[in-house]
């Protein structure tokens, strides 16, 4: 029969409470002598914590659920691996979901996890609705949007500086002496879409250069509409001197398409990873920050948390906020020798 916490403290010699105190996720109104004789009693008992009996008392689960429009997005995972991480120190579980790029879908799994209990919500939105999300934040459940803003939603966001990042990698490529540059990929539907082709129309305006219709080649987010949208700027009778992507799923798609097709390119796009000195294509990268993305979310929803708990949740006041993390431009060497424009 397991070990109860009225065992751990009659070990220790303190009360149940105390007990309850040192075993919380944030100790609080203990001495470090009386944690270490705590802790020491439930090693020596092999006592366990029985989540459910606490989640039922304290009405807390003690986790955040984290969902995402796809699992094979590398930024998306390396925004969830440090918000998991980083939510472990605050004693809390991240619940990893993937809506599979469907509002639908999402729409149904964030109130599946309302009803299950989470203690929060961090949220890529799938598009640009987001009247579901603020319903589950009207519900008392802190919910913030990560790297996309929904309309609909009066939520508090974090989002990389998309505009300027998409606005220095157009430059770049303009500084290299490019003038024909296509814009390849993206939903407008999604706001990091709709940003990053603002950001690389201003360059060119900038410049001086009205983008041609034919070198505005969007539609959708993942590899495979990389690899349809690039197939269609290579049929171009006079196609582009050089391609910004909207994304690293779309680049794949575009640097796939070349290889099969025995064709070379100069590429800006978003995202790196482990994929890009192997994208031969690749010219300039617009990085960005994952790591910070995820430990801001963390902090932000871990706020949030607390100030329910706390009894100030200020619904009819919450979000609108949102914090844009900078985007550093990399350019890619050794990647690109030899590389020539279409």
Do not use: W
Not at 243 to 270: D, K, T, W
């Amino acid at each position: 029969m397991g070990k109860t916490i009225r065992d751990v403290a009659a070990l220790a010699g303190v009360s149940t409470a105390t007990v309850s105190r040192v075993l919380a996720p944030e100790t609080k109104g203990v001495t470090e002598e009386t944690r270490t004789k705590v802790l020491k009693a439930a090693k020596s008992l092999g006592y366990r914590t029985n989540f459910i009996a606490r989640s039922l008392k304290t009405r807390s689960t003690m986790t955040v659920a984290f969902i995402v429009p796809e699992l094979a997005n590398n930024f998306f995972m390396d925004v969830a691996e440090e918000m998991g991480e980083k939510l472990i120190t605050y004693g809390y579980t991240m619940l990893l979901v993937s809506s599979g790029n469907s509002t639908e879908v999402e729409k149904k799994r964030t109130a599946m996890l309302a009803d299950r209990g989470v203690d929060g919500m961090v949220v890529i939105p799938a598009s640009s609705r987001g009247d579901h999300l603020q319903a589950v934040a009207d519900r008392g459940i802190p919910v913030i949007l990560v790297d996309r803003l929904a309309e609909g939603a009066n939520l508090d966001a974090i989002a990389s500086d998309n505009e300027k990042g998409a606005f220095e990698l157009t430059r770049a490529l303009l500084g290299d002496g490019y003038r024909r540059i296509a814009f390849v990929g993206g939903d407008i539907t999604v706001s990091t879409a709709r940003e990053r082709l603002s950001g690389f129309a201003r360059a060119l305006a900038e410049a001086g250069i009205v983008p041609e219709p034919g070198l505005i080649c969007l539609g959708g987010m993942e590899v495979q509409d990389g690899y349809d949208r690039m197939k269609t700027v290579l049929e171009n009778p006079n196609p582009p001197e050089a391609m910004v992507a909207v994304n690293l799923m779309v680049h794949l798609g575009m640097e796939r398409y070349l290889l099969g097709a025995g064709a070379q390119a100069v590429i800006a796009g978003f995202d790196t990873s482990e994929y890009t000195p192997f994208l031969p294509g690749c010219r300039y990268i617009a990085a960005q920050n994952a790591v910070e993305m995820g430990r801001s979310a963390c902090t932000k929803i871990i706020d949030k948390i607390n100030q329910k708990k706390s009894g100030f949740f200020p619904r009819e006041k919450y979000g609108s906020r949102v914090t844009r993390l900078p985007v550093t431009i990399i350019r890619h060497e050794e990647e690109t020798n030899g590389t020539k424009p279409l």
